[in-house]
């Protein structure tokens, strides 16, 4: 047998119950073998009847002396007690609805029950056990007691699959695990293994399944950690490896006459890093391995027009480009920006927008495909559908979060000479840890903002300032200039108080901005309403914009100088640092203004960081030590497979050490066919390039 059979092939599985556990992801051997368990039951200590608390956590083990069956309530809910005893005291055991037990529920029998002891019900301060976490009813006395003594895995289990139906089915793979009939390779190369000091893989999967004790559990868990992150970084690795070693990207000329032209049509010139992560782009698409980059800049940076120029750099090579925005709003906002520039100078640009007709789309394809268009905006959707281009050569794409390594990899499909791949991220995340996290791109950061900027300022007022706050939101408007209101929910919630956009809307237009023209975008508008108003405020139109997060990513609207953040204490800190780098792009002082509430100690940190630094970097720094890495990167794992034990929060120390030993297993340049067995097993979406060679 292999890991990657059905589980149907284990006894006891037919094809029902085996669509079941389909149900639960359950579907190959491999599937059951990292099924780990959510949390364990200690068996092995059972405590006497007479010793336990009520409050409790405990097992105990006792003989079953009485039965009761009683309805309750207007549905005649079937309440079955059972009295058991040890010799030491007696306990009620209580199950609802579950008529089915009845049977099985015998005086004399058996039990061993896990759960939270209460006094029981009218019971005069006698215990009671209900909602076990487990319990196990020994049916042929004299069966294996030693066995279910032990530590006893709790698994996700299902409605139709129940909690002793996995153990039943883990403990029959271990077993044929153990006697050589599944086979079940070790994937760590055992020099690694011996450095590390690891457990070997079947052993691991027996002690993280039915630990001898919680010193074993800590073992398994270490190993089978290190197992999951090290291939991952390994694929990674060896992905960016085959791509240098094998495939054929475009030789780019280095930079003629167009790039010139644009570079000297801009109105100002680039900061020094932006210089330098155009010059690392120019290195790059010169060589003959496709480019891989991810260039990461803080909100208003200037990533734009580096991918701009590297846009034109394509064309003027003979070759197409493609720049996939995460919304339609800011695909639009490139379009325009990108049009007005590159026109002129003869370069063909397209908006690929979800709007268009059936016909103007298909319309569209047939020009990309006859290469009657340069360069092609559009947001995703560009590479899910079946776009097809007459000559593609680079394509950029915003926002890494959203854009993963399989698409990366669909890219690499499409065409015979394989693309160049730009990735814009304004998600700063601590420099120690980008290597791993974009283990397959190459990375230049722009810190620099362009000079003359005005910093924001920063404020934070309670609520009782709102009136003062507003007036001046009016007077900067007077003055010409535009403002956001951003608010966290659409509309009022009672019970938290909190404002809702819709609130805010009409209080302030039908208040202190009568006559003044406001706009309310949010989530729950349909697409096209949305864009016409963000339209109408980027063209000067609306002055005041009430606003969910909607607006979070992207919008240049340099005009608009002033935001105020309703209930910002609402809002984490990376969320609050793209908001406020809506702002603060234009010559104008910019002011962004928090009302909070600030009601826990977290949220006063918060508050105090936004107000001290601007820094993207710096934010990003205190924000993984104001949440701890879990939850810091629990939004952050682009597109990298889901963990089934690694949590890359907690466990830092040893996604390092995984990552070091990948680094010097692909160095090692060892053919290792366990490997990339295992990755073809196991990560094939992410990794298809490198397994199906
Ligand atoms: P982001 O990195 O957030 O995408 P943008 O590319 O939208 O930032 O740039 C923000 C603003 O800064 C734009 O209006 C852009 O024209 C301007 N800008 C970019 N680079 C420079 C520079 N070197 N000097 C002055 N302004 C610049
Ligand atoms: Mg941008």
């Known amino acids: 047998m292999e890991l990657s059979d059905d589980i149907e092939v284990l006894k006891g599985v037919g094809p029902k119950k085996a669509q079941q556990l389909h149900g639960l992801g359950l579907c190959s051997l491999f599937d059951l073998l990292t099924h780990f368990p959510r949390s364990y039951e200690d068996q092995s200590s059972i405590t006497p009847i007479g010793r336990l608390e009520a409050g409790e956590r405990a097992t105990v083990a006792g003989v079953i002396t009485g039965l009761q069956e009683k309805r ?242 394509a064309v003027e090579n003979g070759f197409q480009g493609a720049m996939m925005a995460p919304t339609e709003i800011l695909a639009r906002q490139h379009f325009e920006s990108f049009s007005g520039s590159l026109e002129p100078l003869g370069i063909r640009v397209a908006l690929l927008s979800g709007r268009l007709t059936k016909k103007a789309k298909q319309e569209m394809y047939d020009r990309l495909a006859a290469h009657e268009i340069d360069i092609v905006i559009g947001t995703h959707a560009l590479i899910q559908e079946d776009v097809s281009f007459a000559n593609l050569g680079l394509v950029v794409t915003d926002e890494q979060h959203r854009f993963g390594i399989n698409q990366r990899a669909v890219l690499e499909k499409k065409g015979n000479l394989v693309p160049d791949v730009l990735v814009m991220t304004a998600t700063p995340i601590p420099r120690t840890l980008t290597l791993t996290v974009y283990g397959d791109l190459e990375v230049s950061l722009i810190r620099q903002l362009p000079p003359g900027r005005k910093p924001v300022r920063t404020f934070v007022r309670g609520r009782d300032r709102r009136e003062l706050i507003y007036k001046f939101v009016l007077e900067e408007i007077k003055k010409g ?151 810091f990167f629990g939004s952050m794992q682009h597109g990298l497979p889901d963990l089934k034990i690694a949590d890359v929060g907690q466990d830092i120390d040893i996604l390092l050490r995984a990552r070091q030993a990948a680094m010097e297993t692909v160095k090692g340049g060892e053919g290792l066919p366990e490997v990339l067995a295992a990755l073809q097993l196991q990560y094939r979406e992410q990794f298809f390039n490198i397994t199906e060679n």
């Open 72 to 313: 309750a309530g207007r549905r005649g809910m079937v309440i079955l007690t059972a009295t058991i005893s040890d010799g030491t005291g007696f306990l009620q055991l209580t199950w609802f609805n579950q008529k089915f037990l009845k049977q099985k529920l015998k005086t004399g029998r058996r039990i061993f029950a896990s759960g939270r002891t209460a006094y029981a019900y009218g019971g005069q301060g006698q215990l009671a056990m209900s909602q076990m976490t487990s319990f196990e009813i020994v049916e042929n006395e004299g069966a294996d007691m030693e066995a279910k003594c032990g530590i006893l895995p709790v698994y996700s289990a299902g409605e139709n699959v129940k909690q002793s139906m996995l153990r039943a089915l883990t403990e029959q793979l271990l077993g044929l695990a153990e006697a050589g009939e599944l086979a079940v390779p070790e994937v760590i190369p055992e020099g690694v293994r011996q450095q590390y000091g690891l457990l070997p893989r079947l052993q691991a999967c027996r002690q993280i399944h039915y630990p001898e004790d919680r010193q074993q559990v800590e073992k398994a868990r270490y190993r089978l950690a290190f197992e999951e992150l090290y291939l991952i970084q390994y694929g990674l690795m060896l992905l960016k490896k085959r791509r240098q070693e094998r495939q054929q990207g475009i030789r780019f000329a280095s930079c003629g006459s167009l790039t010139g032209g644009v570079l000297s049509s801009l109105p100002f010139r680039l900061t020094d890093d932006q210089q330098n992560a155009w010059q690392d782009i120019c290195n790059d698409m010169e060589r003959p391995v496709p480019m891989r980059r991810l260039v990461q800049g803080d909100v208003g940076s200037g990533k734009t027009v580096i991918a701009m120029l590297a846009l034109v750099k």
């Open 481 to 631: 200039r535009q403002a956001y209101v951003v608010c966290p929910l659409i509309e009022m919630n009672e019970d938290s108080g909190l404002s809702s956009a819709q609130e805010v809307y009409e209080e302030l237009t039908g208040g202190i901005f009568y006559g003044v023209k406001c706009g309310l975008v949010h989530g729950k508008l349909k697409q096209k309403e949305k864009e016409e108003l963000m339209q109408e405020f980027y063209e000067g139109k609306i002055k005041l914009l009430v606003a969910t997060t909607v607006i979070e990513v992207g919008v240049n609207v340099p005009n608009a100088s002033i935001m105020v953040v309703e209930n910002a204490q609402r809002f984490g800190l990376a969320q609050l640092h793209q908001l406020r780098g809506r702002i603060g792009r234009g010559e104008y002082a910019s002011y962004c203004i928090f009302v909070a509430e600030e009601r826990t100690e977290a949220a006063r940190q918060r508050m105090e960081i936004m107000e001290r630094t601007t820094d993207g970097f710096v934010l990003a720094e205190e924000d993984l030590k104001l949440r701890g890495p879990g939850q």
